[in-house]
C-alpha cells in the first residue's frame, strides 16, 4: 500500500490550498484517513481526519476555515485548506489506518509530506 500526497505550495495569508492525498496496492477498505501536520520545532499534530462512514473531526485551530472529504472510488483524501494564516506553514502528512486484501491485516500507512508555506 501506497499514499502519495500532493497540492502543497506557497500561499499568501488568506489564500487557499487543496491537498490531495492518494492510496494504491492491496487495498480491501480504507478504515480512516488523517492528515497531520509538522511545523519547524513543534509537534506532529493532527489536523483532520474522516472515517469510511464520513464522520469527520477537525482541531481547534482549523475548524471553520478547513474541510476534509474522500472520494471512495479514487481512495483519494483531500483537505480543503481557506482562510491560510502564517500559522498553518508546515509539513502536511496524509495517513491511513488500512485493510489490506492479502494478507488480510489492518495497517497504519503514511504518504510523504508536502509543505505548506503561508507568507507575504
Known amino acids: 500500500v501506497q499514499l502519495q500526497a500532493s497540492g502543497g505550495g506557497l500561499v499568501q495569508p488568506g489564500g487557499s490550498l487543496r491537498l490531495s492525498c492518494a492510496a494504491s496496492g492491496s487495498i480491501a477498505s480504507i478504515n480512516v484517513m488523517n492528515w497531520d501536520r509538522q511545523a519547524p520545532g513543534n509537534q506532529r499534530e493532527l489536523v483532520a481526519s474522516?472515517?469510511?462512514?464520513?464522520?469527520?473531526n477537525y482541531a481547534d485551530s482549523v475548524k471553520g476555515r478547513f474541510t476534509i472529504s474522500k472520494d471512495n472510488a479514487k481512495n483519494t483524501v483531500y483537505l480543503q485548506m481557506n482562510s491560510l494564516k502564517p500559522e498553518d506553514t508546515a509539513v502536511y502528512y496524509c495517513?491511513?489506518?488500512?485493510?489490506?486484501?492479502?494478507?488480510?491485516?489492518?495497517?497504519?500507512?503514511w504518504g510523504q509530506g508536502t509543505q505548506v508555506t503561508v507568507s507575504s
Open positions: 495517513n491511513a489506518d488500512i485493510t489490506t486484501l492479502y494478507p488480510p491485516t489492518v495497517g497504519n500507512y
Open positions: 474522516i472515517t469510511s462512514g464520513g464522520s469527520t
